[in-house]
């Protein structure tokens, strides 16, 4: 419920209404004062009256702004009355009595009319009016007291004055000014120009004469002219017209002319104030009675329209609707029918009842039984019926095979219908299912054939859901994949896809399903573990695709799973035999090879040598030609076993085969390193070997060699191999260095051989760096879990002119012991940027981080800071795609000015690595102390892991020393599946090995990088 009278447009929050309407009471309290006829205490008209009721109305709404206007009220008609000479007592009631008036009145027009202060039906002005003399009684009891008790004034002719002229004083400004103010008025009703100019003129000549005439009787002419004015003349200037007779009325009286002139003066103020109050209550009640019926007029006009408009709308969806809509009549008759029906229905006869339908068509039911006419939907819709969706076979002529169509019929009333006389009839509702129903045939065989190919599929098959509901559960399986699981089909329905997968892999599983559900991947294909009933592992080949569900529901995954363990136990199998030796399980030679190449290269960074041993057995023939190859073979094992407990984690043992062994031993600094491990092979063999034929003793004869960092590692092996056959000619079973000593006078030997090596190398080094002859190979750094390349580590590498592509064993011990070498490792680190950043335009922000290896020499430099800083800027490369790799031997000659050098790299947010973690024993202890963020495994300890209990012990270290220091771990060297296997158990993040890539030149590489990142993406898939 709300007020329609609007306010002003504010001076200010509230400053500006209030003020005008104090003025404007001021203005009407001095106006009305003025009006006062001589001996009476009240005047003629009290116009302040209605400016009080507008005034409060305006505020009514806000219970504090009511009640300050109000006051306001009260203290403004107080002022205008002393102003104009009334003396203070009798100002002070009269203004309370005004603002009583206006209080009485307001609260009586809302409770009358609930809409608010308006004036716009009958009933609005029936409220003015009644609240007007509600609020003039109220008034007149203060008002009234206040003259017979200060003024002298008579009571009863007082207080009927009172309610006269302030009821009339009330009526007309304030209908003036809702009216005015009511946007929402209904328009005028236009007239004649004519005939308004021809009244008024009269009006005019009229007053002029009644200003001479004092004849009351007289007074009734104005009736007429008030009924014109309410039904010819428009709203606003009828009531303009009323209030200035009302004015002139007033004036005549208060001049002692006009109609009443002869009446007292006592009853000539009421007289004419009933006379203005009912002219005016006339003039309006005719206005808002004519401005009410043509709203109804205008409404019914509308609704007649729409009423038209919606039945051509009616007319027209009936005609366009697609379902087939016919009406009937009582008979059967077609009274209308739309376009549907006409092509459906298009052999039913406009005319045809249904006594004659079974002579123009034959019916029958979908099975092709009969069907009584009687009994149809159409004449069960006739009798009253509801008939929801019945198949019926319809043969015509038209359709002799006949078509199946679904009938809704219904009874109706046809009023309005033509020629339906206001009869009962039914609508039927026709719909052509025939093709629906061999669709549906069709997709019921097409299931049946997918469920036979399901359950009898010779690979596992199950469908799992990605709904809110059922995420990851196992909807449907076949009978091979309760083989492949070894659980029942119950059993499968009662877990998740999840649950399947081997532990290990679970959390991979989890994080890879996720773009299933999230609509991400439609297809993926991968091999992935599995854990079978038994306990046993299974290897599945996953081949993953979602189907959309029908009607709209959630998608679901097809999952199919070949079991490839067989393949997969043979793919490891033939890849451990290329490297290992069958009948000991050691790596073989070539196996030896690249390990030595490797330890060679790694000794160029650490500063340190690789102790290799040739070892051959003394007596081992002997035991074949006695006991039999059998218990030879059984001798091998058995001394591969004693060898490899003597030996320290990181060493390599290899068969060469027959009874040839080697050790790579790396990381020893001098001839008595050496020597200490030799002994220990000798010792060895000490003990007789018992075996199931006898006890046998047997030696061996021990060949080494220290080898410094980037000795080509065939020489290196072919000096332990001499050696060896130096001790057999010395008396067998000892160790011999392989000039011919035994071991404690070759290293002067080595020192010339490493001299007259640089001095050979050097100048060829520096041609190389001058004609770019020294290239980078990358080889990348794999995140276990998503199977994406995270990082690449860069390689030196010689593309020598005439010799080939040289690795860093045939050269980097030079360069490392010379003058080039702080060039060199700018060349690579500038090189490693370039190429990281061209990495971004192939692959944008799934780039890797580049490792570069960093030299001793460099970091003791102190250049390191700035230069990796100038190739950082110089590419464009961020710096937190930059990796700097330290091995551990650097860790305890770290300086505090070092270490600050570092630092400031890290702050810039280059990250640093210590490589081949484990081959040191002093490093461990620093690294709490090191800005380190990334450990690097040995591949050493990788090789031996599943193998010598030492190894395992030491990856498992690392691993927990990352896992306290919160540091990635990359496992170098990763060769085999079964080392993956292993690492993953232990909890290994980052991987890098032949395994997964060879060190690939700088396009082979991208083009490696960019498969990878399409194989990842495909396998954003349920991994193992």
Avoid at 685 to 714: H, I, K, Y
Avoid at 834 to 862: C, I, K, T
Wanted: glycine letters at 10%; aromatic letters at 4%.
């Amino acid at each position: 419920m709300g007020t329609d009278v609007r306010p002003a447009r504010p001076l200010g929050p509230a400053l500006g209404p209030a003020l005008g309407f104090a003025l404007l009471y001021a203005l009407a309290t001095v106006l009305g004062r003025a009006t006062h006829l001589p001996g009476m205490a009240l005047a003629v008209a009290w116009p302040a009256a209605g400016v009080g009721f507008v005034w409060l109305a305006h505020s009514w709404r806000r219970p504090r702004a009511r009640w300050s206007a109000a006051a306001l009220l009260l203290t403004t008609g107080t002022l205008g009355q002393l102003a104009t000479g009334q003396r203070p007592a009798v100002a002070v009631l009269f203004a309370a009595a005004g603002t009583v008036q206006a209080l009485v009145a307001c609260a009586v027009h809302l409770r009358l009319q609930p809409a608010g202060f308006r004036l716009r039906q009958p009933r609005d002005l029936w409220a003015l009016l009644i609240a007007a003399v509600v609020g003039a009684a109220a008034g007149a009891v203060v008002g009234t007291a206040a003259a017979a008790l200060l003024l002298g004034q008579a009571p009863l002719p007082t207080a009927l004055g009172w309610l006269v002229r302030h009821s009339a004083g009330t009526v007309v400004p304030a209908a003036l000014w809702l009216r005015g103010r009511d946007r929402r008025a209904a328009p005028a009703l236009r007239g004649h120009r004519v005939e308004y100019a021809l009244v008024m003129g009269a009006g005019v000549l009229f007053f002029t004469a009644l200003d001479r005439l004092d004849q009351a009787p007289l007074t009734f002419l104005l009736v007429p002219w008030a009924v014109w004015l309410g039904l010819r003349v428009p709203a606003r200037l009828a009531l303009v017209t009323v209030a200035v007779n009302d004015v002139a009325l007033l004036l005549m009286t208060r001049a002692g002319a006009g109609p009443f002139a002869g009446v007292p003066a006592a009853e000539r103020v009421v007289d004419v104030q009933l006379l203005v109050l009912v002219l005016t209550a006339l003039t309006l009640m005719l206005v808002l009675h004519r401005e009410e019926r043509r709203r109804l007029d205008d409404v019914l006009r509308q609704a007649l329209e729409d009423s038209r408009a919606s039945s051509r709308l009616l007319g027209t969806v009936f005609d366009a609707t697609a379902e087939s809509l016919s009406v009937h009549d009582a008979d059967g008759h077609l009274l209308m029918r739309n376009r549907a029906a006409r092509e459906v229905l298009a052999d039913l006869p406009e005319d045809l009842d249904r006594e004659r339908w079974d002579g123009a068509f034959s019916i029958a039911r979908p099975d092709g039984s009969p069907w009584p006419v009687e009994d149809l939907p159409l004449a069960r819709a006739l009798r009253g019926e509801h008939v929801e969706g019945a198949d019926v076979l319809v043969t015509t002529a038209t359709a002799p095979g006949g078509r199946v169509l679904t009938l809704t019929a219904h009874p109706v009333l046809l009023d309005g219908c033509p020629g339906s006389g206001g009869q009962r009839g039914a609508v039927l509702a026709v719909r052509d299912v025939s093709a629906e129903r061999a669709a549906r045939a069709r997709l019921v065989d097409s299931e049946r054939r997918f469920r036979t190919a399901f359950d009898t599929a010779p690979v596992g098959m199950m469908i799992v859901g990605l709904g809110e509901d059922d995420a990851a559960q196992v909807l449907q399986v076949n009978a091979t994949m309760c083989t492949f699981t070894g659980l029942s089909e119950a059993e499968l329905l009662a877990r998740d896809f999840h649950d399947l997968t081997h532990p290990d892999d679970r959390p991979e599983c989890i994080v890879s399903f996720a773009p299933f559900l999230l609509g991400e991947v439609t297809r993926a294909q991968v091999e992935k573990r599995y854990r079978h009933a038994d306990g046993s592992t299974r290897w599945g080949m996953l081949s993953a695709t979602v189907m959309a569900a029908a009607g709209g529901g959630r998608p679901q995954l097809l999952c199919l799973i070949e079991d490839v363990t067989a393949r997969k136990a043979a793919e490891e199998a033939l890849r451990h035999q290329a490297l290992h030796d069958a009948l000991t399980g050691l790596p073989n030679r070539t196996l030896l090879h690249d390990r030595l190449e490797h330890a060679l290269a790694a000794a160029g960074r650490e500063g340190q040598r690789v102790g290799v041993f040739f070892c051959d057995l003394d007596g081992f023939k002997a035991v074949n030609d006695s006991a039999g190859h059998a218990a030879g073979d059984e001798l091998l094992r058995e001394v591969a076993a004693r060898f490899s407990a003597c030996l320290r984690p990181g060493d390599t043992l290899a068969r060469l085969g027959g009874d040839e062994f080697a050790v790579i031993c790396p990381g020893l600094s001098d001839e008595a390193g050496l020597r200490v491990i030799a002994d220990r092979l000798l010792a060895a063999l000490r003990e007789p070997v018992l075996l199931a034929s006898g006890t046998f003793s047997v030696g061996v004869s021990v060949g080494m060699s220290l080898a410094p960092a980037g000795a080509d590692p065939g020489l290196v092996l072919g000096q332990a191999d001499g050696a060896m056959y130096d001790a057999k000619r010395a008396g067998r079973n000892r160790a011999h260095g392989h000039d011919g000593h035994d071991g404690h006078d070759g290293h002067d030997g080595l020192e010339r051989a490493r001299g007259a090596r640089a001095g050979r190398l050097l100048p060829q080094l520096r041609a190389a760096l001058d004609e770019d002859e020294l290239v980078l190979h990358g080889q990348p750094v794999v995140d276990l879990a998503t199977g994406r390349v995270v990082a690449v580590e860069t390689l030196l590498r010689w593309q020598h002119p005439t010799r080939g592509l040289l690795s860093p064993a045939e050269f980097l011990d030079v360069a490392e012991a010379g003058p080039l070498v702080l060039e060199i490792g700018r060349r690579v680190l500038s090189e490693s940027c370039r190429m990281a950043a061209a990495w971004s335009e192939h692959l944008g922000p799934d780039a890797p981080a580049v490792h570069v290896n960093v030299s001793g020499r460099q970091l003791e430099a102190g250049d390191l800071h700035d230069d990796a800083l100038e190739a950082l800027q110089r590419h464009g490369l961020p710096a937190h795609r930059l990796v700097l790799e330290l091995t551990e031997t650097h860790v305890p000659r770290t300086t505090r000015s070092l270490l600050a050098d570092v630092q400031r790299l890290r702050e810039r947010g280059v990250r640093i690595a210590v490589d081949d973690l484990g081959t040191g024993s002093a490093g461990l202890a620093r690294l709490s102390e090191l800005p380190v963020d990334v450990l690097k495994i040995d591949p050493a300890f990788v090789a031996g892991l599943g193998v010598d209990p030492g190894c395992d012990a030491v990856v498992r270290a690392v691993l927990g020393i990352g896992r306290a220091l919160e540091l990635s771990v990359v496992a170098e060297g990763v060769e085999t599946a079964s080392q993956v296997d292993l690492l993953r158990r232990y909890g290994t993040d980052t991987v890098q090995g032949q395994l997964y890539s060879p060190p690939r030149p700088e396009r082979e590489l991208v083009q490696h990088l960019l498969e990878r990142r399409r194989s990842a993406a495909a396998a954003g898939t349920p991994r193992g």
